[in-house]
């Protein structure tokens, strides 16, 4: 497939090209225009629906900004007020006539004319948006998106000392690789008491974060926030019962090569007892990885890695550094985590994150580059709807390419036995992450079908989950405290409820991308471009399809998936 990174901001035609978003009277015309505006044929439907894409493309893009800059510096202010601003005083005012635009469209005698084959699934979220919709839920809505950012500022500003320097906690994490086992349980124990430190800010966040998105649901007419949420997010293609059969495929096939993983570890490290500040370490005599020192450096070698894989992913990264679209280094009062925000009216996405020289930053570089790379694919879509993409086939995206990019990672690692420490750590992970995420959806299917719970049900219940899934290697003991709250440093519960299902349903479809390469290198590359080229045009089995998988987390796969990656490693 051919591809050009070589992005240009769409036109503007409808709105003036020195229109800012300063204030909600500034952009209220256009969406009255829209309102107001006679469509009397279908090509006055799709020169109207460009004009509207061409609006949610701008406002879009500023609301992106706002939280970028905030997320980069939660120590200004003045980034939080802006931030806040749109939330709560321009969000609210679009949303009415959002609905009215929709139904405006829905009513339309000459929406029967637009191609079934390419408008389908727009129509079809369209239709749902107008089925949630309540003038009611606007103000909760818009609570929500300022809480659910104060999660960052909190996390944000936690710092712990090691041999007297300050660090942010994930440049601690570091120090959880050294030889030294003291140093690592000093610091693990550090990292966890400073998250104790606002464990109750945070379970007082949680509790209202649940108590008003409990609210949002109720006011649209479901029995709890999950069953509103499953609709939100577009969850056309499998249910509540379809996670529930993943939760229990994960604790029957993968849970027993988890132990596998531990126990080989434990071995490694000569250890009659694994503790959890033994996971990232590596046997005396042996360098932790350093695949960089710098982010100069990452992002150069990122570069040359994706270009080797295929210049068109090179490119793509290449033209973000250009236009400063990248910020790779954890600091003080930067929020904590990685994205890569895709940016409606510009093209090129920003990458957001926070590396501090580990094997785990190379991950998250490659894995946000795969999704850099989807909003690359799909900026030439002719509307800005259809851009958004079921998180399902992102995150194959973003997966899919940890594992393709593996196959040039000495760039990363020109020594031989790094090379093969950091692949082996690779695909620990890729099996390792599969019992967090169903322990961090099964909790949340829990916590909004009663939400009403007290903040020791909510532990107990955690703590119940956890042990279901937790592997039989490593020691806890003597731990509790920090387990108990162990799910506070999950971003997603608190910033975007629910997301997270989709890590396990796509590392399997990333797996399954990874088994195409492995038999035909270009043909499973021209795969994944063509998918990810449709952004949300298709549906999601579909779109699985165009990638030459089958959308599929049955147990029976799972295992399949699982017995391939047992054998992949075997062979490093």
């Known amino acids: ?26 952009i209220e015309p256009y969406f009255k225009e829209l309102l107001e505006r006679k469509i009397q ?29 905030m997320t980069c510096d939660t120590t200004d202010k003045s980034l939080e007020e802006a931030f806040n601003f749109f939330c709560m005083q321009i969000q609210p005012m679009i949303q009415p006539y959002a609905d009215a635009l929709n139904k405006k469209l829905i009513n339309s005698p000459f ?28 103000q909760l809505q818009s609570e929500l998106a300022v809480m659910q950012q104060q999660y960052g500022v909190i996390t944000g500003s936690m710092l712990i000392e090691v041999n007297g320097v300050e660090y942010t906690l994930q440049q601690a994490a570091k120090f959880l690789e050294s030889h030294d086992r003291d140093l690592r349980e000093e610091v693990y124990r550090k990292i966890n008491d400073r998250r104790l430190e606002d464990k109750d800010a945070l379970n007082d966040m949680y509790t209202q974060l649940i108590q008003k998105r409990h609210q949002v649901a109720v006011n649209a007419g479901f029995e709890n926030y999950r069953d509103y949420r499953f609709k939100e997010l577009g969850r056309f293609d499998y249910t509540k019962e379809d996670c529930f059969k993943f939760h229990e495929a994960v604790r029957r096939h993968v849970l027993p090569l988890v132990n596998k993983i531990y126990q080989k570890k434990k071995e490694k490290l000569k250890l009659d007892d694994l503790r959890p500040w033994d996971v990232e370490a590596e046997p005396e005599g042996t360098q932790p990885l350093t695949p960089f020192t710098t982010s100069d450096e990452l992002i150069n070698k990122s570069i040359a890695c994706f270009t080797q894989l295929r210049p068109f992913f090179g490119d793509c990264l290449k033209q973000m550094d250009t236009m400063k679209h990248l910020d790779l280094e954890s600091r003080k009062g930067k929020a904590p985590g990685g994205y890569n ?3 409606a009216e510009s093209g090129a996405p920003f990458i957001f994150m926070n590396a501090a020289g580990q094997m785990h930053d190379v991950t998250t570089m490659v894995h946000e580059g795969g999704h850099a790379v989807q909003s690359f694919l799909t900026h030439n879509l002719e509307l800005s709807a259809f851009k958004e993409y079921p998180m399902e086939i992102a995150e194959v995206a973003s997966m899919a390419m940890e594992l393709f990019s593996m196959d040039h990672w000495e760039v990363f690692f020109e020594n031989k036995e790094d090379l093969q420490r ?12 599969f019992p967090w995420i169903a322990i961090i959806d099964k909790f949340q299917h829990w916590v909004y079908e009663n939400p009403n719970h007290s903040v020791e049900e909510r532990n107990n219940k955690w703590m119940e989950i956890l042990k279901e899934f937790s592997d039989d290697v490593i020691n806890y003991s003597g731990l509790e405290k920090y387990m108990e709250n162990a799910w506070q440093r999950q971003l997603h519960l608190f910033e975007v409820p629910f997301y997270y299902i ?23 590359l021209d795969n994944y471009m063509n998918a990810l080229a449709l952004g949300g045009t298709k549906t999601l089995p579909q779109l699985y399809e165009a990638a030459g998988l089958k959308f599929d987390f049955s147990p029976g796969n799972i295992k399949t998936l699982m017995d391939f990656v047992s054998e992949e490693m075997e062979k490093i």
């Open 1 to 26: 497939m051919n591809a050009s990174a070589d992005i240009k901001k769409i036109e503007r035609h409808f709105l003036p090209k020195d229109l800012l978003v300063d204030k909600w009277e500034t």
């Open 41 to 69: 044929s279908k090509k006055n439907l799709e020169k109207w629906l460009t004009d509207m894409s061409e609006l949610e493309a701008v406002i879009s893009e500023d609301s992106c900004w706002r939280q970028i800059k």
């Open 111 to 138: 929406t029967k004319e637009l191609e079934p084959e390419k408008y389908f699934t727009y129509l079809r979220s369209v239709k749902k948006s107008i089925e949630l919709f309540r003038e009611e839920n606007i």
């Open 341 to 343: 925000c895709p940016l």
């Open 422 to 433: 950091a692949k082996e750590h690779q695909l620990e992970r890729t099996i390792t992450i």
């Open 502 to 524: 989709e890590y396990g349903i796509a590392q399997l479809g990333a797996i399954g991308m990874w088994m195409q390469y492995k038999k035909d290198p270009e043909k499973a």
